[in-house]
C-alpha cells in the first residue's frame, strides 16, 4: 500500500490568508499560460504560412501540440521529488532557451523549406519542456479547490485569461499587419520568453497538500488507474473530442486566409473568441456547481456539431468574410467555454486524489492521442482535397463528427445522477413564466 509523505510539510488549509493567497497566485499562473499562448502559440501557424509552410505542416503544429504531452512522462517521475510547484518552476525555466531560440530564429530566418521544420522542432521541445511542468498543474488546482465550488473558482480563473486573450491579439494583429515577414514575429516570442519566466517566478512558495509516496512502479499505478470504468470513459470522450478539434480547428487559417481574410484579422479572432468565451463563463460555472456538467456538456456538444452547417455559407468578399469570422469564433467561443468548464468538472470528479499525478496525466494523454491523430489525419486530408470549394465540405464533414463525443457524454462520472438539460430548460422555462 502507498505510504503518505509530503514534498513539502505545509497544507494549504493551514489559514484562509494562505488559502487566498495560493489562489490567486494560480490564477495568475494561468494568465501567464494565456499570455504565453497569444504571443507565440497562436501565431505560430501563420509564422509557419510566412516561411512557406504546406497545409501539412501546419496540421504537424497541431499534432506536434499534442505529442509534447509525452514529457508529462517525466513529469510523473519527478513530481514526487521535487514537489509540485518544484516541477512546475523547472519546466517553465527548462522551455525558455527554446523559446528564446524561436525569435532567433524568426529575426534572421529566409524563406527556405529547412527553417519551417527547425521552427517546428524548436516549437517541439519548448511544448515538452512546458508539459514537464504541466503534470503538477491540475494536482495544485485540485489542492486548492473543494467540489462545491470548482466551477466559481475556474471560471474567476478563465475570465481573466479570456480579458488578456481578448486585448493582447489586438496589438499583435496590428504589429503584424495584413501580411507579416517572418522577422515581424520576433518581437511577439521574445515578449513570450518574458512571459515564461514571470510563470516560473509565481509558482515559487505555492503550498501543496501531501503526496502520496508511490510503492509501485509507475506503469503498475498507470493500470490501475485506467482500470476504473470513470477513468476509461474519460479517456474515450477526450480521445475523439480533441481528434475532431485538431483535425479542423487548425486549419481555419488556411481556408479563411486561402478565402481572402488578412492575417491581422485572423489574430483578431482570438480576442473575438475570447469574447464569446467570457459572455457565459459566470453562468456556466454556476450551472455546473449548481446542477453538475451533465446538462452542459449536453448543451454545447449538440450545439458544436450544427455549427459544421456555416461553412456552406463561407462568403467571397473580404468584408463579408470578416463578418462571417467574427459571428463564427463568437458564437464558438461561447459554446467553447460551456465545453471546457464541463469537461473540466468531469475531469477532477473523475482523477482519485490518491492517484493525482497519474490520473491527470492519462487524462491529457488521451486528449494527446486524439490530437495526434487528428492533426496528422487532417492535415494530409486538408492537402489531398485542395481545390475549388473543397475545403468547406472537408472542415464542415470534420466538425460535424463532434456527434461522437455528444453520443460518449453518458458514460461520463456521474452523469446518471445529474441533472438532464430537458430538465433544466424546464426549470428555466417556469422560473420565466413566474415571474411574469
Request: glycine share 10%; net charge positive.
Amino acid at each position: 500500500m502507498p505510504s503518505e509523505k509530503s514534498a513539502r510539510p505545509s497544507d494549504p488549509n493551514s489559514s484562509k490568508a494562505h488559502r487566498y493567497k495560493n489562489r490567486a497566485r494560480l490564477v495568475w499562473i494561468a494568465v501567464s499560460g494565456s499570455t504565453n499562448g497569444a504571443l507565440l502559440t497562436s501565431i505560430i501557424p501563420l509564422f509557419m504560412l510566412s516561411l512557406g509552410a504546406s497545409p501539412f505542416m501546419i496540421g504537424l503544429v497541431a499534432t506536434s501540440t499534442h505529442v509534447q504531452k509525452i514529457g508529462r512522462v517525466a513529469g510523473l517521475h519527478y513530481m514526487h521529488r521535487v514537489g509540485k510547484a518544484g516541477l512546475f518552476l523547472w519546466g517553465r525555466m527548462g522551455s525558455a532557451p527554446f523559446g528564446l531560440g524561436l525569435a532567433a530564429l524568426a529575426y534572421g530566418s529566409e524563406h527556405v523549406r529547412w527553417t519551417a521544420i527547425l521552427c517546428l522542432l524548436l516549437f517541439s521541445v519548448r511544448g515538452a519542456m512546458q508539459q514537464v511542468g504541466n503534470t503538477a498543474w491540475w494536482p495544485l488546482v485540485q489542492d486548492h479547490t473543494e467540489s462545491s465550488s470548482i466551477g466559481s473558482y475556474l471560471a474567476h480563473m478563465r475570465l481573466r485569461q479570456r480579458l488578456l486573450e481578448l486585448v493582447l491579439p489586438i496589438g499583435v494583429g496590428w504589429y503584424l499587419g495584413a501580411q507579416p515577414a517572418s522577422r515581424d514575429f520576433a518581437l511577439p516570442f521574445v515578449l513570450a520568453f518574458f512571459s515564461t519566466l514571470l510563470g516560473a517566478a509565481l509558482v515559487r512558495g505555492i503550498e501543496e497538500n501531501a503526496q502520496v509516496m508511490p510503492q509501485e512502479g509507475l506503469v503498475r499505478r498507470l493500470r490501475q488507474v485506467v482500470r476504473t470504468r470513470a477513468m476509461r470513459s474519460y479517456c474515450f470522450f477526450a480521445i475523439t473530442r480533441m481528434g475532431v478539434l485538431s483535425a479542423t480547428q487548425p486549419l481555419w487559417v488556411v481556408a479563411l486566409t486561402g478565402a481572402g481574410l488578412p492575417a491581422s484579422y485572423f489574430v483578431w479572432m482570438t480576442p473575438v473568441t475570447a469574447l464569446g468565451y467570457m459572455a457565459g463563463l459566470h453562468a456556466w460555472g454556476r450551472l455546473v456547481d449548481a446542477h453538475g456538467p451533465r446538462a452542459l456538456l449536453s448543451i454545447t456538444l449538440t450545439l458544436q456539431p450544427t455549427m459544421a452547417l456555416v461553412w456552406f455559407f463561407l462568403p467571397s468578399t473580404e468584408w463579408s468574410i470578416v463578418l462571417w469570422a467574427t459571428a463564427v469564433y463568437l458564437l464558438w467561443g461561447a459554446l467553447e467555454g460551456g465545453q471546457q468548464m464541463g469537461q473540466s468538472r468531469v475531469m477532477l470528479d473523475t482523477v482519485d486524489q490518491s492517484f493525482q499525478g497519474e490520473g491527470f496525466a492519462l487524462a491529457i494523454y488521451a486528449s494527446a492521442i486524439g490530437g495526434i491523430a487528428g492533426g496528422m489525419i487532417g492535415g494530409a486530408l486538408f492537402e489531398w482535397m485542395q481545390g475549388p470549394g473543397w475545403e468547406r465540405y472537408y472542415l464542415a464533414a470534420a466538425q460535424a463528427a463532434l456527434v461522437i463525443p455528444w453520443l460518449l457524454r453518458t458514460r461520463l462520472a456521474g452523469y446518471a445522477e445529474q441533472t438532464p438539460a430537458r430538465h433544466l430548460l424546464r426549470l428555466s422555462r417556469k422560473a420565466s413564466e413566474g415571474r411574469q
